[in-house]
C-alpha cells in the first residue's frame, strides 16, 4: 500500500517566489496534518484538516502561508512570497481521525526538503 | 506557549547498554502521550503509546508520571539499528487550540 505520498521531494527557489508543496494522504483517512521541522524549533503543527475542512490554522506563522484541501486526496501548502527563513522540512502526515478525546496514530509522508535563497 | 522539553542528547551509549530518556510537559491538561521515532533525514514514525500505568514492548518501557509531568521511554540491551532521534508527543484534549506538540527529540548514538 502507498503510504503519504508528497511532492516535490526538494525544492530550491529563490526569495520572493511562490512555492507549492503538495501531499497525497492514505487513502480512507479522514484527517491531514501540515508540519514544519528546523533544527531550531523541532516539528511544528501548522494546520490540520477533518474531512477536507481546516480545524486548526494557528501554527500557521503568517499570512504567507495557506493550505487548502480541495479533496480526500490531496492537500497543497503555499507559500507566497517566500522568504530564506521559511527553509525547512515540510511533512505532511495523515491519520485515520482526529476527535478531541481520541488519537489515531499519524503517518508521516517522506517531506519536502525546502530551501529558499 | 505549550511546552514539551526534552534533552536533545547526543546519547552515546555502547551495543546492549540500557539508556533512559524523559520529556516534561508544562500543560497539567494533557491527556495523551507518545513516543515516536525519527531516523536520519526521514519521516516520524510512531514508537509506542505511554499509558497510565506503563506499558512495555519488548525492550522498550515508556511510563507517565503525572504528578512530576513527565514521560519516560527506557531501552534496554541498545542495538545499533536503536540509533535515532526519539520524540516525544503530547496531546491536550478540549484545548481548543493546537491540540498536539512534538518535543524536539533527544539523538540516541548507539556505538558498536
Known amino acids: 500500500d502507498a503510504g503519504v505520498i508528497q511532492s516535490p521531494r526538494h525544492e530550491v527557489t529563490e526569495m520572493g517566489q511562490e512555492v507549492t508543496l503538495r501531499c497525497k494522504p492514505i487513502?480512507?483517512?479522514?484527517?491531514l496534518f501540515w508540519y514544519r521541522q528546523t533544527m531550531m524549533r523541532g516539528l511544528e503543527l501548522l494546520i490540520y484538516?477533518?474531512?477536507?475542512?481546516?480545524?486548526?490554522d494557528s501554527g500557521m506563522p503568517e499570512d504567507r502561508f495557506s493550505a487548502k484541501m480541495p479533496n480526500a486526496s490531496f492537500s497543497t501548502l503555499k507559500i507566497q512570497p517566500s522568504e530564506p527563513r521559511d527553509s525547512a522540512v515540510y511533512f505532511c502526515?495523515?491519520?485515520?481521525?482526529?476527535?478531541?478525546?481520541?488519537?489515531?496514530?499519524?503517518?508521516f509522508g517522506p517531506g519536502t526538503r525546502l530551501t529558499v535563497l | 506557549r505549550k511546552e514539551v522539553e526534552q534533552d536533545p542528547g547526543p546519547f552515546n551509549v555502547p551495543e546492549g547498554a540500557t539508556v533512559a530518556f524523559n520529556c516534561t510537559y508544562s500543560?497539567?491538561?494533557?491527556?495523551?502521550f507518545f513516543w515516536y521515532r525519527q531516523d536520519c533525514r526521514k519521516e516520524p514514525k510512531l514508537l509506542m503509546s505511554?499509558?497510565?500505568s506503563g506499558n512495555e514492548d519488548g525492550r522498550f518501557t515508556a511510563q507517565l508520571n503525572r504528578a512530576s509531568q513527565y514521560i519516560s521511554l527506557l531501552i534496554r540491551d541498545s542495538k545499533l539499528s536503536d540509533s535515532a532521534t526519539y520524540l516525544c508527543?503530547?496531546?491536550?484534549?478540549?484545548?481548543?487550540?493546537?491540540?498536539?506538540?512534538f518535543g524536539k527529540g533527544t539523538r540516541l548514538s548507539v556505538i558498536a
Open positions: 502526515a495523515s491519520s485515520l481521525s482526529w476527535l478531541a478525546d481520541s488519537y489515531n496514530e499519524q503517518f
Open positions: 484538516f477533518n474531512n477536507n475542512v481546516p480545524i486548526d
Open positions: 500543560n497539567s491538561a494533557s491527556q495523551s
Open positions: 505511554v499509558y497510565s
Open positions: 508527543v503530547v496531546i491536550e484534549t478540549n484545548s481548543g487550540n493546537t491540540p498536539l506538540v
Open positions: 487513502s480512507g483517512h479522514n484527517s
